[in-house]
């Protein structure tokens, strides 16, 4: 299995503060590469897929970069709905696999 | 707007069967441009994927459940299904049914359910 490691695991920051998350698969995915959304009590949310491509209704603020092993998920400035979890997920080997996600928390 | 809703008992005795829906309303499970999956979420392993079901009936499982899962859609019902059998403590969670096209990155989500597993 392709295992997904996002660090860190948590992370503290401001309203209008810059984040950025990483998430690197134990082997090459290409660009095969989706990053959700999760708040307490609800589904994960389509982010970003295929590594860098905004999916319909998703705040520019948020922007996916990388391929191959390494890939980041970047929050330009952090507004207060954006506090939440977000995971990673490698579309490019079955089975599909999520990295263990990252907590994003008001400092 | 498609929307995707899970259902089924809520609670499991362990080494029963697990049995859940999910239905889909504004769209056609019918559809050539999905698959369709469950997914589940507990705190000790994180969100973990199960399998998927085609409306064609093809089926792909997590190797790590296949001996225990089946997945299986009804078209006139316009619902998929999973079972899971021989559950065990382990197997309690939040069960989601997803919706992903064929590059499979999961668009659409149910709001999940619980199951627990316990006598």
């Known amino acids: 299995d392709v295992q997904m490691t996002q660090s860190p695991s948590s992370v503290s920051g401001s309203v209008g503060d810059r984040v950025t998350i990483t998430c690197r698969a134990s082997?090459?995915?290409?660009?095969?590469l989706a990053w959700f959304q999760q708040k307490p009590g609800k589904a994960p949310k389509l982010l970003i897929y295929?590594?860098?491509s905004l999916q319909s209704g998703v705040p520019s603020r948020f922007s996916g970069s990388g391929s191959g092993t390494d890939f980041t998920l970047t929050i330009s400035s952090l507004q207060p709905e954006d506090f939440a979890t977000y995971y990673c997920?490698?579309?490019?080997?079955?089975?599909?696999?999520f990295g263990g996600g990252t907590k994003v928390e008001i400092k | 707007q498609v929307q995707l809703q899970e259902s089924g008992p809520g609670l499991v005795k362990p080494s029963e069967t697990l049995s859940l829906t999910c239905s889909v309303s504004?769209?056609?499970?019918?559809?050539?441009?999905?698959?369709w999956s469950w997914i589940r979420q507990s705190p000790g392993k994180g969100l973990e994927w199960i399998g998927y079901?085609?409306?064609?009936?093809?089926?792909g499982y997590n190797a790590s459940l296949k001996s225990r899962v089946t997945i299986s859609v009804d078209t006139s019902k316009n619902q998929f299904s999973l079972k899971l059998s021989s559950v065990t403590a382990a197997d309690t969670a939040v069960y989601y049914c997803?919706?992903?096209?064929?590059?499979?990155?999961?668009?659409?989500w149910g709001r999940g359910t619980l199951v627990t597993v316990s006598s």
């Open positions: 295929a590594a860098s």
């Open positions: 082997q090459g995915i290409a660009s095969r």
């Open positions: 504004g769209g056609s499970v019918s559809s050539s441009s999905y698959y």
């Open positions: 997803a919706r992903a096209p064929k590059y499979w990155y999961f668009d659409l």
């Open positions: 079901v085609y409306y064609s009936g093809s089926t």
């Open positions: 997920q490698q579309t490019n080997t079955f089975p599909l696999t």
